[in-house]
């Protein structure tokens, strides 16, 4: 009887920890869980990396991570489930969203909305992660520069981040952070642009296009490396070794996040890791800018003005290669290959390595809500 009482309670821990509807199971309480939207296999590995190289920094007895997806998105996370279980991994959980979204319900209450404040009442913070571009009638414009490829994707994360934050679409809406104003939110690349979407801002669907005017790859190598933002040489020259991205520099703003939070000095200019075409435009809500492209023309980092710990950025920390030699790769076609990490230098690696203390840190601030299912 103690055997079979004993592979009862064995298969419900696993099944629990493995099962694609975590939130509506009997999960731990006492847990502090950290969201991670779009749970694709290598956003798992990313957020692995992160904390064994105690960049993010969490206590994996006390803090836990739950994929939450949308049903209809463009990935299949039953691979995900498979290698969480492969790995054994008993920090990491998935939980799946379904309902009815389209661009004319994201702004409202509509059918993922009790889903999404039962993961906000039990969760201290969201990841969003990079990817594709937003459907631009989402911010109420035609296409004329974007490759919409996984829509259903960008409603669900532009209505959660919506209802976590609001916008200019409807100032009577509350949002879920008027309740709990330290919850995390932060983003990168295209999570910084779906949080300046959510809240009521527009994007520039085409950086070279539409600032410069340049509409082919050879027109927009000419505007300068400092100006791309993606790496277009490998588009024209075909070389193994170019790389895809752009690492060029930022500079901060007045804003007083990455100077008096972060603690960087505010005439440091770091190298930081750049993948994107599209920018953030017209700012939502309540956004404010902290730091800004070399001539000025691409936000960079926003961060919100009403809660703290809000604040996303357009480049991507996240990535293994900026913290170690991993490969070599060359930005132009002359250049000598090297490292991301040699090239933007130990400087730049600091900055990256103080912005991952100060998430940290703001997560280990951030209560459990007292309101939990």
Known sequence: MKRTLLLFFS???????????????????????VILCNPTVRNIQTMQFLTHANLLQV??????????????????????????EENQLDNFFLHEIEGDLNENNLFETNDISDDLKMVFDNSIGVFFFGGPDIPPGVYGEENTHSV????????????????????????????FLAERPDYLVTGFCLGMQTMNVATGGTLTQDIPAELFGAET??????????????????EIVDDSLLMGINLHTIKFTDHPFFGNRVKV???????IYSSHHQAADKLGKDLEVTCVSPDGKIVEGIAHSKYKNVFAVQFHPE????????????FHPDDAPKSYSEIIGKQSIRFHEKYWLY???SLKKVKKSKHKN
């Open 59 to 84: 206590k994996k007895n006390k803090v836990k991570f739950v994929g939450v997806y949308f049903k209809d998105q463009k990935y299949d996370f039953a691979k995900t489930k498979k290698y969480i």
């Open 148 to 175: 919409v490829t996984n829509p259903e994707r960008h409603y669900y994360e532009t209505t959660f981040l919506y209802h976590l934050l609001g916008g200019y679409q409807d100032e009577n809406f509350v949002p």
């Open 359 to 361: 998430i940290s840190e």
């Open 11 to 33: 298969l419900l821990i696993i099944f629990t920890a493995y099962s694609q509807d975590f939130f509506n199971t009997d999960f731990s309480k006492h847990k502090k869980y």
């Open 217 to 234: 790859p050879e027109a927009t190598v000419k505007i300068g490396r400092l100006n791309m933002h993606r790496n277009y040489w490998q």
């Open 319 to 330: 990535v293994q290669a900026l913290y170690s030699n991993i490969y070599v790769r060359k």
């Open 265 to 271: 000095k505010k005439r440091l200019e770091p190298r």
